[in-house]
């Protein structure tokens, strides 16, 4: 199956400061998304990007499907963007909607 | 509109037992999938359901189950607990087996004494 590997593990911030996560997967995708998971949990949804890029207020991520990446961008980073994130992809074809998710980035943003 | 619901939220279970998790998908959506997430890792995709029928299924032992029912809610069986199966259990909902998207409820923290 498809692997997803995501870096760094752990990124520690200044409140104001810009940060790039990374995420590489080993095959073709159809589906890769962005999560970020609060404290209590919860998976919100950022970005679904198997392609091209978006942007979201001070987020925003590009995925280049022919190199195997994506990247998340924080911009003038807050305490409250704290929290694990997580990419997510689903192999190309195929009838069902397996997500592999990757270990995460723990991020800290210190005020 | 409502997102994903799950319950309970929190269970404490005793090896051996079995434990039933609940799930209210989006409305309208057609598919419902079941994660686990041990704590430090990423979510681990359990099962897929789709239109009630079995789309996809993880590397998880026969101890674990699930159903979807008509009205596209769905239940996870965990039977004979085991320690190890102390886990935050995601569901997630999408429109297709295969759409845009996937959308995750709160989950349910369960753990085994």
């Known amino acids: 199956g498809i692997q997803v590997e995501q870096s760094p593990p752990d990124l520690i911030l200044q409140e104001g400061a810009n940060s790039t996560l990374r995420c590489n997967f080993s095959?073709?995708?159809?589906?890769l998304q962005w999560f970020h998971q609060n404290p209590w949990g919860q998976l919100i949804n950022l970005f679904y990007?198997?392609?091209g890029t978006k942007q979201n207020g001070r987020l925003s991520a590009t995925t280049v499907a022919t190199e195997r990446y994506s990247l998340l961008y924080i911009s003038s980073s807050q305490t409250t963007d704290s929290g694990v994130y997580f990419c997510?992809?689903?192999?190309?074809?195929?009838?069902?909607?397996?997500?592999?998710f990757g270990k995460g980035t723990l991020l800290t943003v210190n005020p | 509109d409502a997102g994903v619901t799950q319950s309970p939220t929190h269970l404490i279970k005793t090896r051996g037992q079995q434990v039933t998790l609940r799930c209210s998908p989006i409305?309208?959506?057609?598919?419902v999938s079941w994660y686990q997430q041990v704590l430090g890792q990423g979510p681990q995709f359990i099962f897929q359901y789709y239109e009630k029928e079995e789309r996809g299924r993880g590397n998880f032992p026969d101890r674990f189950s699930a159903r979807q029912f008509p009205n596209y809610s769905s239940e996870l069986n965990v039977n004979a607990l085991l320690l190890g199966d102390s886990a935050l259990y995601l569901c997630a909902s999408s429109l297709g087996a295969a759409s845009l998207g996937q959308y995750f409820g709160p989950g349910t923290r369960l753990t085994v004494t």
């Open positions: 997510a992809a689903r192999e190309g074809g195929g009838s069902n909607y397996k997500l592999t």
């Open positions: 990007i198997p392609s």
């Open positions: 409305s309208g959506h057609k598919s």
């Open positions: 095959d073709s995708v159809n589906n």
